[in-house]
């Protein structure tokens, strides 16, 4: 099995549904991250947590929220989708130590579409 | 400013070359890390290399390894033999900020590698 999940894989919406893209993960890490990926841009950082109780803004979280509902489990939510959120969509996670702290393990993603 | 420059977008090498992928960044912070990632056509993004910015060598993992200027700011990634597999987009990242703090991870924008036979 997999050990960073996201669900769903693939998701087409309408602008102004709200959408919660969900990651799990099984590594044991207290790290997890989203990141949206677009073309010719790279990955940007969305908002990250280093723990169940901290959760931290990143470069470009407007229109965005998360919640960390467990260690093992990040939610990512559009609160009213807009068509320039429509990407690729990476969940992350890393630990604090050790080769685990050198490295920020991806999940396969979640392409999402808003017409 | 960008933190993480890959000048160049697309790469073309022949099967079995070597290649090298060019990667700069900008940071004042003593304590940072330097990542590699794959990502192929399926999407995936793949772990490669990581380069502590107090490791005295250079890494190295199988066929990659991460040519570490620390003065030039710069972290390219060779990758020796080249495979068809290797066909991929490849970004440089960058960790930076205290430990523990505000440290998060930022990326280039890519070269779209391409191996040819």
């Known amino acids: 099995d997999a050990d960073v999940t996201q669900t769903p894989r693939n998701r087409i919406t309408k602008t102004g549904k709200r959408i919660m893209l969900e990651c799990s993960q099984t590594?044991?890490?207290?790290?997890m991250y989203w990141y949206r990926q677009d073309p010719g841009l790279g990955l940007r950082l969305i908002y990250y947590?280093?723990?169940?109780?901290?959760?931290n803004k990143g470069e470009i979280s407007d229109g965005y929220s998360v919640s960390r509902q467990a260690q093992a489990k990040f939610s990512l939510s559009l609160e009213s989708a807009i068509p320039n959120q429509t990407a690729l969509y990476f969940c992350?996670?890393?630990?604090?130590?050790?080769?685990?702290?050198?490295?920020?393990?991806f999940g396969p993603g979640t392409r999402l579409t808003v017409l | 400013a960008q933190k993480i420059t890959q000048t160049q977008p697309g790469m073309f090498v022949q099967e079995k070359e070597a290649v090298t992928l060019d990667c700069t960044y900008d940071?004042?912070?003593?304590?940072?890390?330097l990542f590699w990632y794959k990502q192929p056509s399926s999407g995936e993004m793949i772990f490669l290399i990581y380069?502590?910015?107090?490791?005295?060598q250079n890494a190295t993992e199988g066929r990659y390894s991460l040519n570490f200027q620390k003065a030039r700011k710069s972290a390219n990634l060779v990758i020796s033999a080249s495979q068809l597999g290797d066909s991929a987009m490849y970004f440089c990242?960058?960790?930076?900020?205290?430990?523990?703090?505000?440290?998060?991870?930022?990326f280039g924008k890519g070269t779209k590698l391409t191996v040819n036979p």
């Open positions: 940071t004042s912070d003593p304590s940072y890390g």
């Open positions: 590594k044991g890490h207290d790290r």
């Open positions: 992350a996670t890393s630990g604090d130590q050790g080769q685990a702290y050198n490295e920020q393990f």
């Open positions: 380069q502590g910015s107090y490791d005295q």
């Open positions: 947590s280093f723990d169940v109780k901290d959760i």
């Open positions: 990242a960058m960790r930076e900020g205290v430990r523990g703090g505000s440290e998060k991870l930022v």
